[in-house]
């Protein structure tokens, strides 16, 4: 377990981007109270030297900051009302996670009548990005809160902005997704394209990524798409379409037509239904290879 002299941090949600931010939070010297439904998550974390707290409301009572970061609304309102009903003093709790700004807002609501405070900085970055602390975090809601945290941030991020208003976080997450959601079809589509030319996977790859057509999505997820492999996830595809949701209804609410992310959010469908859920977002590769015609056995290469 960690000294804790850099602090303490609580973590409410030990999966792919909480347990990384755990795990970097640890190795930087801080002491890190976390919790996680999942047992094996919490086993996972408690190796990694992670103090684990019996629920939230406990994390909430030893912890003057908190993070969460969680995969649906409804986890992020249990754990409002778990920290709520600790009754612990004043705590500033930074929420992480992808959702609609109505979500978020009901939980500034709650917790600032509990007399606590509660930021919305969620990040850019894959799973495979906050093992390395190549995180972006879009923070908002508290100027002068930021910048007392901003040595936690840099244990486990690269930057942090502060884009001012509680909700310009998430604003901006959108924005950041709606490219990454592009990006990545697009990365598989041009690898589908060369595969069925007869160009090796590898090559499209190592060429692609010295040229124009580059991007950072391509040169995370393609190096999957080259092994035809995704099951070690740095986002699920089951987690991703709750993203993509999010994004398409604020678009809509403020009446932004986006053809190119409803065209690839088409693909992420085929891939939910086509038994893709628990794998990365990588494998909408192999929905266009089937679409495409491209035979390939699982974790090979042409």
């Known amino acids: 377990m960690a000294s804790g002299k850099k602090g303490v941090v609580g973590i409410v949600g030990l999966g792919i981007m909480g347990g990384a931010f755990a795990e970097n939070l640890v190795a930087a010297g801080w002491r890190v109270i976390g919790y996680d439904i999942a047992a094996v998550r919490r086993r996972a974390l408690a190796r990694a030297g992670v103090e684990i707290a019996a629920d939230a409301g406990e994390v909430a009572r030893k912890a003057k900051t908190i993070?969460?970061?969680?995969?649906?609304?409804?986890?992020?309102?249990?754990?409002?009302?778990?920290?709520?009903?600790?009754?612990?003093?004043?705590?500033?709790?930074?929420?992480?996670?992808?959702?609609?700004?109505?979500?978020?807002?009901?939980?500034?609501?709650?917790?600032?009548?509990?007399?606590?405070?509660?930021?919305?900085?969620?990040?850019?970055?894959?799973?495979?990005?906050?093992?390395?602390?190549?995180?972006?975090?879009?923070?908002?809601?508290?100027?002068?809160?930021?910048?007392?945290?901003?040595?936690?941030?840099?244990?486990?991020?690269?930057?942090?902005?502060?884009?001012?208003?509680?909700?310009?976080?998430?604003?901006?997450?959108?924005?950041?997704?709606?490219?990454?959601?592009?990006?990545?079809?697009?990365?598989?589509?041009?690898?589908?394209?060369?595969?069925?030319?007869?160009?090796?996977?590898?090559?499209?790859?190592?060429?692609?990524?010295?040229?124009?057509?580059?991007?950072?999505?391509?040169?995370?997820?393609?190096?999957?798409?080259?092994?035809?492999s995704y099951g070690d996830a740095t986002m699920k595809i089951s987690v991703w379409q709750k993203d993509m949701d999010v994004i398409g209804s604020y678009a809509r609410k403020i009446r932004v037509p986006t053809p190119m992310f409803d065209a690839s959010k088409a693909i992420y469908n085929k891939a939910l239904a086509g038994g893709h859920a628990a794998d990365d977002t990588a494998a909408v590769c192999a929905v266009l290879e089937r679409m495409a015609g491209v035979k390939r056995r699982r974790g090979k290469t042409l």
């Open 67 to 228: 993070i969460t970061s969680l995969p649906k609304p409804a986890a992020l309102a249990a754990t409002v009302a778990a920290i709520v009903k600790a009754g612990a003093p004043r705590r500033t709790v930074i929420e992480m996670s992808t959702f609609t700004l109505e979500d978020k807002s009901k939980a500034f609501a709650a917790l600032h009548k509990a007399g606590h405070v509660l930021l919305d900085c969620p990040v850019s970055g894959t799973g495979a990005q906050a093992k390395t602390r190549d995180l972006v975090i879009y923070a908002s809601g508290g100027t002068a809160a930021i910048k007392r945290l901003r040595p936690m941030f840099a244990a486990f991020s690269r930057a942090v902005f502060d884009l001012g208003a509680f909700g310009n976080g998430s604003r901006m997450k959108y924005v950041a997704n709606l490219l990454v959601a592009i990006h990545n079809v697009a990365s598989a589509e041009a690898m589908v394209l060369g595969m069925k030319a007869g160009l090796p996977p590898q090559l499209i790859y190592e060429l692609i990524k010295t040229g124009a057509g580059n991007s950072r999505v391509f040169e995370l997820r393609a190096p999957m798409m080259v092994k035809n």
